[in-house]
C-alpha cells in the first residue's frame, strides 16, 4: 500500500506569486506531470499563448503539488531569453524552499551560464555560503558547468571553498574542480 | 531528426542493439543476405548470464561487432526461433553517443514485426512495438499478447543513429548484438508463463542514508520493497532474493542521463559482475540538463524499455529511483521502483501525456487510466495514493516475458 503524503509547501517568493498566480496552466501542468518524461520546448510553446508566465504561476502556487513546481522551475529554462525569466530565476535562487533553490541554481547556470556569465556568478556565490549543505552542493555544481573567458573565477572559488571543506563537500567539489578542468 | 521524445532510454515519455554468433561464430552460416546465428548458442539451459529460470530455459546467440554501414543499418541477421519459445529478446550494445534501434524484424512467415520507423526512438505503428536507446538498448518479442511467435527463421536489421544536440543522425557503427531466447522447459505445459520472480540488485549511493550494511533493517527500503511487492503481486510476480551493494557517493545526484560520458550511463555500468536480476540504483536525485537551456528533474528512469537485462554493466542496464524527501516527494519510492523496473521489463507508459498522445500496445489497459501503475503522470506514485497501482494481465505478460524472470515451473 501506499501512503498520502504530507507535503511541505513553502513560498517560493512572494513578488513572484503576486504576479502569477492567476495564469490558468492545464496544458503546461500535463507536461509536468511525468515523473520521467522530459517533454521538448515545442510542446510549452504550443501547450499555452504564453508558457513562461504559465511556468511561473505554478511555481508560485504554495497549492500546486511539490514536484511539479520544482520540474516548472527547470523547464523555464528553455525560455532564457524571456524578459521576465532572469529577475524571476534569481528571486527563487535567493529565497525560499530549499528544494526550489536548488533547482533555480541548476537552472540559472545551465540557461543563462552562457549568456551573462558574471551575473550568474554574483547571484550564486553567497549559495556557498550558505549553512545547508544540499544548497552548497547545488552551487558548486552549477558554479562548475559555467564556461567563462579570461580568468577562471569560478575555479579559484571553488579552490578556496576546498580549502575548508571536509567529508563529501570536498569529494564534491573535488569533482567540480575536474568537471571543470574539462570545460575549460 | 530531432527526437521529440527526450531521452527516451527513459521512458521517456515515453520512455528506452552486433556480429555473428558467439565465440564461434559468425562466420558460420553467412550467406548472402545476411549472418546467420546458426546452431552456435553461448548458452542453453538453466540460467543464460546468472538468470535461471525454473520453467524456462535461455539460450543466448551472439552476433559480435556487427557494422551498421553508411546508412546506420546492419546487414540482416538472422537466428532460429525453437517451437516452444515462450519470448526472446534482442539486445545491442555499441558506443557512447549513439542511439540503437532495429530497422526490421521479420518472422518464419515473411510477418514484418518491426518495421523502419520515422522516429528511430519509438516506433509506435510496429507490430511489435520496440523503443530504441542510447549506448545499450534491449527489444521485447513479443511485447504484447497480440504479437504471436512462430518457429522458425527470424531475420532482423539493427540501426545506429549519432546523437548530436537533441538531433540524430544515421550513421556507422560497430555493436554487439545478442539474442536471448526463453524457452519452456518440457512440462511446463504451456508457452505462456503464468508466474514467476524477479530478483532485485540493490545499490547505494548513500541517498536516503541506505546502506548496505544496513538495508536489511532500513525501514523506508523494507517499506518500499514490500509496496512493490503487493504492486506485483496482481500479475503473479514476485519479488525474489535482494542483493545489496555500495556504489560510489559520486553518483548520488546524478546530473546527466544522455550524451557523452553522462553520469546515468556510468552508474549503470557499476552493475558490471551481477548475479541475474533488476540492478536498482537510489539517489538523491536525477537531473539532465537540456539542449535550449532547461534543467530537466525526474523522479525515477530505466535503462531502456526494456532494458539489457541479461546484461549487466551496460549503460541500459538499470533503473535509477530518487530514495530523497524532496519537495511533494516524502521520499517513499516503492511505486517508483515499479513503475521504473515495469519500464525495463518491457512496459511502455499505459497512456503517455496528452503532448505524446499515445497509449501501449496492450489490448487490456485503459486509455488513461491513471490509476495504472504506468500512467505517464506521477501524481499517484508521487503523493501517495492507494489507487495508483493497478497492474493488468497483458502487462503482466509482457513482465513475465522477459528473460530475467525466473518463471515457475
Redesign the interface.
Known sequence: ?????????LTAGCLISTAWASEPAT?IR??L?????????A?FI??SDDPVKALLSIVSDPSE???????A????????RDKRVWPGMADLVKKG?P??RV?AA??VA???GPLRPQQVIQLLKPMLSEKSLKLR?AAV?ALS?IKQKGADVIAGLLQGELKRASG?YR?LLE?ALKRRRGIR | MPNDFGKLRIAIALSGLVVATLSTSCGDGTNVDGVDAGPAALSDALGADGAPAAGGNVTTLEFLGVETGIFGMSEYLKFSLPENAVSFTISAVGEESFLYSLGEVIDPNAVKLVEFSQDPSLCVSCKNRVAGAEEAAAFLFPITPTVGLVGGEYSFIVTSYFLQQGMMQAKPSKVDVRVHILTSTPGSGTAKPQSGVVDLNFHFTGAGGITAANAAENEKLKLAIADMREIYKQVNLEIGTLRYRDVSEDFKAVESISGKGNELAQLFKLGAGNEGGVNVFLVTSISDPQAGGAMAIIYGISGGIPGPTLLPGTAGTGVAVVADVTLGFDGNFGAVMAHEVGHHLGLFHSSEAPWIGIHDPLPDTGENDTSNLMFYAGDAYIQGTDQANKLTGDQGFVMLNNPVVHLHP
Do not use: C
Not at chain 1, 500500500?1 to 509547501?9: D, G, P
Open positions: 500500500m501506499l501512503r498520502n503524503t504530507t507535503i511541505a509547501i496544458g500535463s507536461l506531470a511525468g515523473i520521467d518524461t522530459v517533454p521538448p520546448k510542446k504550443e501547450s503539488r511539490g514536484y511539479l513546481r520544482l520540474r522551475v527547470g523547464f523555464l529554462g528553455y525560455f532564457h524552499h528544494d526550489i533547482m541548476k537552472t545551465h540557461a543563462f552542493q555544481f558547468g563529501s569529494h569533482k
